[in-house]
């Protein structure tokens, strides 16, 4: 069961994590840059990151060569 919620965790911020990506790249095209902003979501997006590699650190069973 909590494999199953872990994906389900998973596929959700991996989904966040493409939209902050559209959302940066939409921020960057306009004339006027909010840089706060534009940080902001740059510091949400890599703790994104850390948490899906936490996650995925989990589901994947360590292998012992």
């Known amino acids: ?3 199953q919620f ?5 596929e959700s911020l991996r989904e ?5 990506d559209a959302a940066i790249d939409a ?5 006027v ?3 706060v902003r534009l940080a902001r979501l740059k ?3 890599l703790a994104l990151r850390d948490e899906i590699a936490t996650i995925e650190s989990h589901l994947i069973p360590d292998i012992i060569a």
């Open 1 to 3: 069961m909590e494999q």
């Open 6 to 10: 872990m994906r389900a965790r998973l």
């Open 16 to 20: 966040e994590h493409r939209d902050l």
């Open 27 to 31: 921020l960057r095209e306009t004339v």
């Open 33 to 35: 840059h909010d840089q």
């Open 43 to 45: 510091k949400r997006k």
